[in-house]
T-cell receptor, first 114, second 115 residues
Protein backbone atom coordinates (compact mmCIF):
# COMPACT_ATOMS: atom_id res chain seq x y z
CA UNK A 1 0.00 0.00 0.00
CA UNK A 2 0.89 3.66 -0.05
CA UNK A 3 3.07 5.16 2.65
CA UNK A 4 4.89 8.37 3.49
CA UNK A 5 8.01 8.66 5.63
CA UNK A 6 9.25 11.97 6.92
CA UNK A 7 12.00 12.90 9.30
CA UNK A 8 11.23 12.79 12.97
CA UNK A 9 11.18 15.95 14.97
CA UNK A 10 11.31 18.21 16.69
CA UNK A 11 13.61 20.15 14.44
CA UNK A 12 15.00 23.24 16.13
CA UNK A 13 16.65 25.99 14.10
CA UNK A 14 17.70 29.55 14.58
CA UNK A 15 15.96 32.32 12.67
CA UNK A 16 17.32 32.80 9.12
CA UNK A 17 18.71 29.25 9.01
CA UNK A 18 18.19 26.99 5.99
CA UNK A 19 15.48 24.37 6.40
CA UNK A 20 15.15 20.92 4.91
CA UNK A 21 12.50 18.42 6.00
CA UNK A 22 12.91 15.11 4.23
CA UNK A 23 9.96 13.19 2.85
CA UNK A 24 9.98 9.95 0.87
CA UNK A 25 7.02 7.95 -0.32
CA UNK A 26 5.96 4.53 -1.52
CA UNK A 27 3.20 4.37 -4.10
CA UNK A 28 2.46 2.98 -7.51
CA UNK A 29 2.43 5.23 -10.53
CA UNK A 30 2.54 8.97 -10.11
CA UNK A 31 0.73 10.08 -6.97
CA UNK A 32 0.09 13.73 -6.17
CA UNK A 33 2.30 15.02 -3.37
CA UNK A 34 1.52 17.63 -0.75
CA UNK A 35 2.94 19.51 2.18
CA UNK A 36 0.52 20.66 4.84
CA UNK A 37 1.26 22.95 7.78
CA UNK A 38 -0.54 22.97 11.11
CA UNK A 39 -0.18 25.98 13.37
CA UNK A 40 -1.08 25.60 17.06
CA UNK A 41 -4.82 25.34 17.56
CA UNK A 42 -5.61 25.38 13.85
CA UNK A 43 -6.48 22.85 11.18
CA UNK A 44 -4.07 21.61 8.54
CA UNK A 45 -3.49 24.07 5.71
CA UNK A 46 -2.17 23.21 2.29
CA UNK A 47 1.30 24.70 1.93
CA UNK A 48 2.24 23.45 -1.53
CA UNK A 49 1.71 20.57 -3.90
CA UNK A 50 3.06 18.87 -7.02
CA UNK A 51 1.15 16.54 -9.28
CA UNK A 52 3.78 15.15 -11.65
CA UNK A 53 7.44 14.28 -11.75
CA UNK A 54 9.89 17.21 -11.70
CA UNK A 55 7.14 19.64 -10.72
CA UNK A 56 8.18 22.17 -8.10
CA UNK A 57 5.61 23.38 -5.63
CA UNK A 58 6.27 26.68 -3.89
CA UNK A 59 4.55 28.99 -1.45
CA UNK A 60 5.58 31.48 1.22
CA UNK A 61 9.27 30.88 0.48
CA UNK A 62 8.93 27.10 0.84
CA UNK A 63 9.72 24.79 -2.05
CA UNK A 64 9.57 21.08 -2.78
CA UNK A 65 10.38 19.21 -5.97
CA UNK A 66 8.70 15.96 -7.01
CA UNK A 67 11.55 13.51 -7.57
CA UNK A 68 10.29 10.27 -9.08
CA UNK A 69 13.73 8.68 -9.28
CA UNK A 70 14.26 9.01 -5.54
CA UNK A 71 10.54 8.94 -4.59
CA UNK A 72 11.08 12.10 -2.57
CA UNK A 73 9.43 15.45 -1.96
CA UNK A 74 11.73 17.26 0.45
CA UNK A 75 10.58 20.60 1.85
CA UNK A 76 13.07 23.47 1.82
CA UNK A 77 13.20 27.11 2.80
CA UNK A 78 16.20 29.36 2.49
CA UNK A 79 15.66 31.52 5.57
CA UNK A 80 13.17 30.51 8.23
CA UNK A 81 11.32 32.86 10.55
CA UNK A 82 9.92 32.41 14.04
CA UNK A 83 6.44 32.47 12.48
CA UNK A 84 7.30 29.27 10.56
CA UNK A 85 7.18 27.31 13.81
CA UNK A 86 4.51 24.66 13.26
CA UNK A 87 4.00 20.99 12.46
CA UNK A 88 4.59 20.04 8.83
CA UNK A 89 2.99 17.00 7.20
CA UNK A 90 3.98 15.38 3.94
CA UNK A 91 1.14 13.57 2.21
CA UNK A 92 0.21 11.82 -1.00
CA UNK A 93 -2.91 11.04 -2.95
CA UNK A 94 -2.83 8.02 -5.19
CA UNK A 95 -2.51 8.45 -8.93
CA UNK A 96 -5.88 9.18 -10.46
CA UNK A 97 -7.53 9.50 -7.08
CA UNK A 98 -9.03 12.93 -7.47
CA UNK A 99 -11.43 12.81 -4.54
CA UNK A 100 -9.56 10.22 -2.49
CA UNK A 101 -8.36 10.60 1.05
CA UNK A 102 -4.71 11.33 1.72
CA UNK A 103 -1.89 9.23 3.12
CA UNK A 104 0.13 11.25 5.62
CA UNK A 105 3.55 11.09 7.19
CA UNK A 106 3.85 11.40 10.95
CA UNK A 107 4.52 15.11 10.89
CA UNK A 108 7.62 17.09 11.78
CA UNK A 109 7.47 19.67 14.55
CA UNK A 110 9.56 22.68 13.56
CA UNK A 111 10.72 25.12 16.21
CA UNK A 112 12.39 28.35 15.14
CA UNK A 113 14.24 30.25 17.83
CA UNK A 114 14.86 33.99 17.56
CA UNK B 1 -10.69 30.85 1.95
CA UNK B 2 -12.74 27.76 2.63
CA UNK B 3 -13.40 27.14 6.31
CA UNK B 4 -14.23 23.87 8.01
CA UNK B 5 -15.32 23.74 11.62
CA UNK B 6 -15.61 20.88 14.08
CA UNK B 7 -17.68 20.62 17.20
CA UNK B 8 -16.86 20.00 19.92
CA UNK B 9 -13.17 20.83 20.00
CA UNK B 10 -12.72 18.43 22.89
CA UNK B 11 -14.95 15.98 24.71
CA UNK B 12 -14.62 13.64 27.65
CA UNK B 13 -17.03 10.74 27.93
CA UNK B 14 -17.42 7.64 30.03
CA UNK B 15 -16.72 4.19 28.72
CA UNK B 16 -19.77 2.64 27.11
CA UNK B 17 -21.40 5.89 26.07
CA UNK B 18 -21.65 7.33 22.56
CA UNK B 19 -20.36 10.67 21.37
CA UNK B 20 -21.11 12.63 18.22
CA UNK B 21 -18.63 14.89 16.45
CA UNK B 22 -19.81 17.39 13.83
CA UNK B 23 -17.89 18.62 10.82
CA UNK B 24 -19.25 21.62 8.93
CA UNK B 25 -18.12 23.42 5.80
CA UNK B 26 -18.97 27.03 6.57
CA UNK B 27 -18.68 28.80 3.23
CA UNK B 28 -18.83 26.11 0.58
CA UNK B 29 -20.71 22.97 -0.27
CA UNK B 30 -18.74 19.82 0.41
CA UNK B 31 -19.50 16.98 -1.95
CA UNK B 32 -17.07 14.74 -0.10
CA UNK B 33 -15.89 14.72 3.49
CA UNK B 34 -13.16 12.62 5.04
CA UNK B 35 -12.60 11.52 8.61
CA UNK B 36 -9.10 10.96 9.94
CA UNK B 37 -7.78 9.76 13.26
CA UNK B 38 -4.48 10.83 14.74
CA UNK B 39 -2.67 9.17 17.62
CA UNK B 40 0.05 11.06 19.52
CA UNK B 41 3.18 11.42 17.41
CA UNK B 42 1.56 9.41 14.63
CA UNK B 43 0.33 10.34 11.22
CA UNK B 44 -3.28 11.04 10.35
CA UNK B 45 -4.97 7.79 9.38
CA UNK B 46 -7.90 7.91 6.98
CA UNK B 47 -10.93 6.28 8.56
CA UNK B 48 -13.66 6.82 6.02
CA UNK B 49 -14.90 8.82 3.07
CA UNK B 50 -18.42 10.17 3.06
CA UNK B 51 -20.38 11.54 0.15
CA UNK B 52 -23.54 13.53 0.66
CA UNK B 53 -26.60 11.33 0.54
CA UNK B 54 -24.81 8.01 0.33
CA UNK B 55 -23.21 5.52 2.68
CA UNK B 56 -19.71 6.14 3.86
CA UNK B 57 -16.80 4.10 2.56
CA UNK B 58 -14.65 2.79 5.39
CA UNK B 59 -10.96 1.98 5.25
CA UNK B 60 -9.81 -1.53 5.99
CA UNK B 61 -9.75 -2.22 9.70
CA UNK B 62 -12.21 0.53 10.67
CA UNK B 63 -15.37 -0.81 12.29
CA UNK B 64 -18.34 0.72 10.52
CA UNK B 65 -20.71 -0.22 13.33
CA UNK B 66 -18.54 1.53 15.85
CA UNK B 67 -17.80 4.68 13.90
CA UNK B 68 -21.10 5.78 12.38
CA UNK B 69 -20.82 8.44 9.72
CA UNK B 70 -23.71 10.47 8.39
CA UNK B 71 -23.34 13.02 5.60
CA UNK B 72 -26.88 14.33 5.54
CA UNK B 73 -26.27 17.63 3.78
CA UNK B 74 -23.65 19.34 1.65
CA UNK B 75 -22.34 21.23 4.66
CA UNK B 76 -22.51 18.71 7.49
CA UNK B 77 -21.03 15.32 8.27
CA UNK B 78 -21.16 13.66 11.65
CA UNK B 79 -19.04 10.94 13.21
CA UNK B 80 -20.59 9.04 16.10
CA UNK B 81 -18.32 6.87 18.22
CA UNK B 82 -20.64 4.25 19.68
CA UNK B 83 -20.02 2.41 22.92
CA UNK B 84 -16.75 4.26 23.35
CA UNK B 85 -13.81 2.64 25.10
CA UNK B 86 -10.54 4.13 26.33
CA UNK B 87 -8.73 2.84 23.23
CA UNK B 88 -10.98 5.12 21.15
CA UNK B 89 -9.38 8.13 22.79
CA UNK B 90 -7.75 10.06 19.98
CA UNK B 91 -7.73 13.20 17.91
CA UNK B 92 -10.36 13.10 15.16
CA UNK B 93 -9.98 15.39 12.17
CA UNK B 94 -12.32 15.95 9.27
CA UNK B 95 -11.70 17.47 5.88
CA UNK B 96 -14.01 18.58 3.11
CA UNK B 97 -13.74 18.81 -0.65
CA UNK B 98 -15.81 21.22 -2.68
CA UNK B 99 -17.32 20.77 -6.10
CA UNK B 100 -14.80 22.87 -8.01
CA UNK B 101 -11.46 21.33 -7.00
CA UNK B 102 -10.01 18.35 -5.20
CA UNK B 103 -8.28 20.40 -2.53
CA UNK B 104 -9.09 19.22 0.97
CA UNK B 105 -9.87 21.78 3.66
CA UNK B 106 -9.30 20.56 7.18
CA UNK B 107 -11.13 21.18 10.41
CA UNK B 108 -9.21 21.97 13.61
CA UNK B 109 -9.86 18.55 15.08
CA UNK B 110 -11.70 17.10 18.07
CA UNK B 111 -9.89 15.62 21.05
CA UNK B 112 -11.84 12.64 22.44
CA UNK B 113 -10.96 11.21 25.83
CA UNK B 114 -12.82 8.15 27.05
CA UNK B 115 -12.52 7.44 30.77
Amino acid sequence: GNSVTQMEGPVTLSEEAFLTINCTYTATGYPSLFWYVQYPGEGLQLLLKATKADDKGSNKGFEATYRKETTSFHLEKGSVQVSDSAVYFCALRRAGGGADGLTFGKGTHLIIQP
Amino acid sequence: GAVVSQHPSWVICKSGTSVKIECRSLDFQATTMFWYRQFPKQSLMLMATSNEGSKATYEQGVEKDKFLINHASLTLSTLTVTSAHPEDSSFYICSAVGATSYEQYFGPGTRLTVT
